[in-house]
């Protein structure tokens, strides 16, 4: 036994010699020998999680948590891979160890392959990153780290499933939404860092990703009626160059970037809710719905659709804000709370005074048919 | 006269296999010099309800 100990010993002690002898790059931790493995299966699957107040600007944040699995594409143009001779500038990494911040959600990666990007000889070093990997981002010199992207459709359905719920307000005033998260999975993000020395303290590589798409997040109920939903519209005005969906491309890490293709755009995004969800005073619905990263110079309109009858009737508003246009700002979450669908019944109110607002009595509710 | 006693145990040798990943010896940039941060997505809340908005009396039929 003891002489199998030290022939044991012998061999890790040669190995962990040929680590240290590694001049091109990055030694892997010492010499040790690492046995990664790569997730088999769906390489995306970022979701919304909960909210949280980021201590380094004290805003408002949704989450969007990683999953070990997730295969992110850095590109660099300085550092590029040269195990195995391909001199590539580019490699996919899978999500590992994913840890919830006070900041955000952040992983550690290891490569798919077995050689990932290595240092050069570069002073300093760019590193450019694009989830999935799979969105198409450039590395030709005019157009590098240009990432192009179709995934914010003008047809939109709610996810598949059974919804979440949440409750807002308390006593008479409270409602209880169900809540449809949509399915992000194939929404991009990008991040990209600048500058950065191989002799910066570790981890020198910190890419910081943020989506590439608008959210709105629709929390409806009623004023008193029953109303089954069964569409939800965003409108850009016919007369402005806004729009709501289709392909765009943007420079990975820089959202103000973000041009649209307009020959294939389109001004009107529709959020169908299938065969209908029903909303009440007290039951509401919350609905998210994805845009382009580009904020509206005009004000949009909301269209609402629901059941009467065996038709439908619609109804919409101007979303506007003290009289001007509501901006539905790039990159954000739009969270709309308290929105009320416009009921079937009039209101009767008795006025002892006309003039006297205040004081008039709802003395019940009536349906008018007007021809 | 003190007789030292020799022993001599017998020599094994045993064959062990060595699997080497080749990311040990590329150099790449490992995980511990990588690291991803998914910031989330800021939050714009808007009162439908409120004066400033007032969405909710607004509504028109189509």
């Known amino acids: 036994m003891k002489k199998q100990m030290i022939l044991i010993a012998t061999l890790l002690g040669a190995l962990v010699l040929l680590g240290g002898c590694n001049k091109t790059g990055l030694a892997g931790k010492g010499g040790e020998i690492t046995f990664g493995s790569v997730a088999n299966g769906a390489q995306t699957r970022a979701q919304y999680g909960d909210d949280f107040t980021n201590p380094n600007d004290n805003k408002l944040y949704s989450s969007i948590n990683w999953e070990t699995g997730d295969i992110v594409r850095i590109i660099s143009p300085d550092a590029a891979v040269t195990g195995d001779g391909s001199n590539l500038h580019w490699a996919d990494y899978t999500v590992q160890s994913v840890s919830v911040q006070a900041d955000g959600t952040s992983a550690a990666l290891v490569n798919t392959n077995p050689n990932g990007l290595s240092w050069t000889d570069k002073e300093t070093y760019s590193f450019y990153s694009v989830y999935p990997s799979t969105a198409p981002i450039s590395l030709e010199t005019a157009t590098y780290a240009q990432v192009s992207a179709d995934f914010i459709k003008a047809a939109q359905t709610l996810p598949t499933g059974t919804p979440t719920t949440k409750t807002v307000g308390e006593g008479d005033a409270a409602i209880t939404y169900s809540v449809y998260t949509p399915d992000i999975k194939s929404a991009v993000m990008t991040a990209a860092v600048t500058g950065v020395k191989e002799s910066d303290a570790k981890p020198q590589v910190v890419l910081h990703f943020k989506p590439a798409w608008t959210a709105v997040e629709f929390n409806l109920s009623s004023l008193d009626d029953e109303i089954d939903v069964t569409e939800i519209q965003l409108v850009a005005d016919e007369t402005s160059n806004d729009y709501l969906a289709g392909p765009f491309t943007m420079t990975a890490g820089n959202l103000a970037s973000a041009a649209v293709n307009t020959a294939s755009a389109s001004k009107t995004v529709t959020l169908s809710a299938g065969d209908g969800v029903k909303v009440t005073k007290t039951e509401g619905a919350t609905f998210t719905m994805l845009l382009l990263p580009v904020a509206n110079t005009a004000a949009l309109k909301l269209r609402l659709t629901s059941k009467e009858g065996d038709g439908t009737k619609t109804s919409v508003v101007s979303l506007t804000k003290n009289g001007q246009p509501f901006v539905f700002e790039a990159g954000k979450k739009v969270r709309i709370n308290g929105l009320k669908a416009p009921g079937s019944s009039w209101k009767i109110f008795y006025a002892p005074d006309i003039l006297d607002v205040d004081q008039w009595e709802e003395l019940g509710t009536t349906s008018l048919i007007v021809e | ?62």
């Open chain 2, 1 to 62: 006269m003190i007789k030292a006693k020799h022993y001599q145990t017998p020599r094994v040798l045993k064959e062990v296999d060595v699997l080497l990943e080749r990311d040990f010896l590329a150099g790449s940039i490992v995980d511990d010099s990588l690291l991803i941060v998914s910031d989330g997505q800021e939050v714009m809340e808007v009162d439908a309800a409120s004066e400033d908005f007032d969405w909710n009396n607004n509504w028109e039929w189509e």
